[in-house]
């Protein structure tokens, strides 16, 4: 067996972990009656909860871990309307007024969250900055700069640019200015704080795994206790239910971040997002004094990728771009991108009119998971808002969702079956700390070995549709190849859709 742990940069936690402090809030121990039930308490759950008791409704918040602890909690904590070339795109697959709204709604975005920071006193170190989209091949040029100029047509605060603060040249840029940037953490511990005065109840460690339709809606938690509601948000990143199959309509990415300290004067002012593959999303952060470089990227399919050597490209591209000594923190996540490139926000399906669902952020959820609070509190209240359109969840737009509803589903049905057949590793060479699928066929074992050397066997059939999950050596988690299910080394579930955790087997 091998006996030395594998060295990876950085310890494995994320900036906004190491520097927001967090209490437990209670688990739900009895059953409650409220107007509408929020799951999930990300940047949409609690932004949801609060927005629709500011409107007068008794809500409930269950969060299956911590107020977050999922994407909202590690991420690169950009505020910005600008991601990449996608009003190019949108306007070219879905027409230019889809692309205004989605301008507006991610703009809004961005001055919900400022104006939520003023009102409810939260001090999670908002700053304005522009934010800026390049790249350093000269072939880009022209994209970029019919980026700017539709952006510019469109509302947004758009410029065509080729100076930067970047230690290296670039071909050309699209700028926007007064975007924001903040510590994602702060601001939802502020919300859920705020929440709770404002009089929803707020719990933690409190993972719901069904819900049975009907008016009220009861939604179960895995402990025991119920939730009846008039309605119910499923803020969970991904829904749980099979109902809407919006796990086959958008697919799991993850992605990586590498964090050190850089001396005062060092750095770029301005937030950046390079267009070339492997993207690099750049910006520095200022907390406790100190100030950090934040490098982001290098993502891939959830559980179809090695985060380890992700790591290590990000590092070794931090460090030479920038002359990073140390590389201190890493933190990964992922996010779904739904077909069309356009989150889902709205009713779970068009026969039903009080369960909601929100995913599909494409890695852009912070601004536009607030837009789709405002959408979801006003939908819980009876109304229309002028973004439902743009967030329909019964939307059929073949032009723009086709090629990718097709070759993200025939990857999964590829998974499914060649994950069966293909040849496994052995126990014996799993160092500690680590894991690995052994075995063959249906009979296939997620073995982690602790840093004691025990070992742990646990079934490798994801518990949402029974894919083969893979160890991510990166984050120490098993990843599901299909629809982007995370589990812990000792099986819990970290992230849906799977609600429950995977099996334990004896050894051998
Ligand atoms: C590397 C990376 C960097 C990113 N950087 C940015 C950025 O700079 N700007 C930006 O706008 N976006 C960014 N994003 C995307 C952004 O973080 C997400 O789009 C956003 O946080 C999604 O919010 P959410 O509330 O939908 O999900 P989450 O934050 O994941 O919240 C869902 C919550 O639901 C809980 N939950 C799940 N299932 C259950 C259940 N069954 N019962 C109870 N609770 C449950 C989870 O524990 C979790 O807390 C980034 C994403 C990645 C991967
Ligand atoms: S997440 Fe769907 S099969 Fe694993």
Redesign the pocket.
């Known amino acids: 067996m091998p006996t030395t742990p594998i060295q990876q940069p950085g310890k494995l936690a994320s900036l906004w972990h190491e520097t927001a402090s967090q209490s437990p809030r209670p688990r739900l121990e009895e059953d409650l009656r409220v107007d509408v039930a929020v ?8 932004t949801t909860a609060l927005l629709a008791a500011r409107g007068g409704a008794s809500v409930a918040l ?19 309307s600008l991601h990449g070339l996608t009003y190019s795109t949108l306007a070219g697959s879905q027409g230019e007024e889809l692309a205004r709204l989605y301008g507006e709604a991610n703009q809004e975005g961005i001055e919900r969250v400022a104006t939520l920071c003023s009102e409810l006193s939260i001090d999670c170190e908002l700053q304005r900055k522009p934010h800026l989209v390049y790249s350093q091949d000269r072939g880009e040029r022209e994209a970029i700069e019919k980026e700017a100029d539709l952006a510019r047509r469109l509302g947004l605060p758009a410029t065509f640019t080729r100076e930067t603060d970047l230690p290296f040249e670039v071909a050309a840029a699209v700028e926007f200015a007064d975007q924001a940037e903040f510590h ?1 953490l702060r601001y939802l511990e502020g919300l859920a704080d705020s929440a709770a005065e404002a009089g929803v109840a707020v719990h933690e460690d ?4 069904g819900v049975d339709f009907g008016d009220p809606v009861r939604v179960r ?1 895995q402990h025991g206790p119920a939730v009846l509601a008039r309605h119910v948000v499923l ?3 991904i829904p ?1 239910l099979t109902r809407g199959l919006y796990f086959a309509r958008s697919h799991p ?5 590498v964090a050190g300290r850089l001396a005062e004067g060092e750095g770029p002012a301005a937030m950046y997002l390079s267009t070339e593959s492997p993207t690099h ?1 750049i910006r520095m952060h200022e907390t406790g004094g100190e100030r950090w470089l934040l490098v ?1 990227g290098e ?1 891939h399919k959830t559980g179809q990728g090695d985060g380890r050597s992700s790591y290590e490209r990000l590092a070794a591209w931090t460090r030479e771009r920038f002359g990073l000594e140390e590389i201190e923190l890493r933190w ?4 779904h991108i739904s077909a069309d490139g356009v989150p889902f926000v709205g009713p779970v399906d068009p026969g039903t009119s009080n369960v909601w669902v ?2 599909g ?9 607030t837009a789709a609070a405002e959408v979801l509190a006003e939908g819980v209240a009876g109304r229309e808002h002028r973004w439902t359109r743009l967030f329909d969840t019964a939307r059929l737009r073949p032009r723009a969702a086709a090629a990718s509803f097709v070759k993200e589903n025939a990857n999964v049905g590829l998974r499914f079956l060649a994950d069966r057949v293909a040849k496994r590793g052995s126990v014996e060479d799993i160092p500690p700390g680590e894991g690995a699928v052994v075995g063959a066929g249906l009979g296939q074992r997620a073995v982690y070995r602790d840093e004691q050397g025990a070992l742990h066997h646990l079934s490798a059939r994801c518990t949402h549709l029974g894919c083969i999950v893979s160890w991510n050596g990166g984050d120490g988690t098993w990843d599901c190849p299909c629809h982007g299910g995370r589990f812990a080394p000792h099986g819990e ?1 970290l ?2 859709p799977p ?1 429950h955790p995977l099996e334990p087997k004896p050894r051998g």
């Open positions: 799951v999930g308490g990300g940047i949409v759950g609690t269950l969060e299956a871990r911590r107020v977050g602890s999922g994407a909202s909690g590690l991420n690169t904590a950009k505020l910005s994602p409190s993972l719901v795994d938690t803020a969970t990143h749980f990415e993850r992605s990586y971040v999303s982001g993502g990964g996540s992922e996010d929100a995913t952020f494409r890695k852009w959820g912070l601004a536009m998971g579930v992230e849906g609600v």
